[in-house]
């Protein structure tokens, strides 16, 4: 069974500056796409970045870029100019290529940021 | 309005009540889930629906009852729950259930059993 781990509860990270969220997961899988969302204090689920495994190239959206290092099953989140805005918790997810739609969550990060 | 919404946002209800969660989704996509977050674990899958079928029931007890009456609108209805279903209840919806499609999500009904 596929897993995911984030190995630290709670991160902080001063405005402005760069925090790297660690996410590492378990598959034999080849093909599977790996997701970070973001949970503010509203509650809702919002998607931050997609990674296909196919793809060798890191995907990247405005400030937010990932490590996608496939040998290592690793998926770090870099956040660069933190804003006070980007404080929520975190969390990896992974889906297998077909067959069941079950997202894998890891069990969250919680990101301060300090003004 | 747009995106997922959920109602209520809260929750309280006794073991022997029974109560309904909504979830309406005005994305127009094909696919719902419902979610349950629990303090301190992951997010568990509990059932997906595409086009207004039920595809995936994760091993939940039947005191969760899911209906999907179309692609825009779920709900959970619940009966004679435990106090271990307290928990964050998530509705998400998709394009379609295939290829890795991002999930979106509501905002989430706390529910505690007392």
């Known amino acids: 069974a596929q897993t995911v781990t984030q190995s630290q509860p709670e991160m902080s990270v001063q405005e402005a500056e760069t925090v790297t969220l660690s996410c590492t997961y378990d598959?034999?899988?080849?093909?599977?796409?790996l997701f970070w969302y973001k949970q503010p204090p509203s509650r809702q689920m919002i998607l931050v970045i997609r990674?296909?495994?196919?793809?060798?190239q890191n995907a990247t959206e405005n400030r937010f870029s990932v490590n996608f290092q496939k040998a290592a099953k690793s998926f770090s989140l870099k956040i660069s100019d933190s804003q006070l805005g980007d404080a929520a918790m975190y969390f990896c997810?992974?889906?297998?290529?077909?067959?069941?739609?079950?997202?894998?969550f890891g069990k969250g990060m919680k990101l301060t940021v300090n003004p | 309005e747009t995106g997922v919404t959920q109602t209520p946002r809260h929750l309280v209800m006794g073991m022997t009540n029974k109560k309904s969660l909504k979830c309406e989704q005005h994305?127009?996509?094909?696919?719902m889930y419902w979610y349950k977050q629990s303090a301190k674990k992951p997010l568990e899958l509990m059932f997906v629906?595409?086009?207004?079928?039920?595809?995936e029931n994760n091993s939940v007890p039947s005191r969760f009852s899911p209906e999907c009456p179309n692609s825009s609108h779920l709900f959970l209805h619940l009966h004679t729950l435990q106090p271990e279903d307290s928990a964050l209840y998530l509705c998400a919806s998709s394009q379609d259930r295939n290829e890795g499609r991002s999930l979106f999500f509501g905002s989430g009904t706390q529910l505690s059993v007392l």
């Open positions: 994305l127009g996509h094909n696919a």
């Open positions: 990674q296909e495994a196919y793809k060798q």
């Open positions: 629906y595409n086009f207004k079928e039920q595809t």
């Open positions: 598959t034999s899988e080849s093909d599977y796409y």
């Open positions: 997810a992974y889906k297998t290529q077909g067959g069941s739609e079950k997202l894998v």
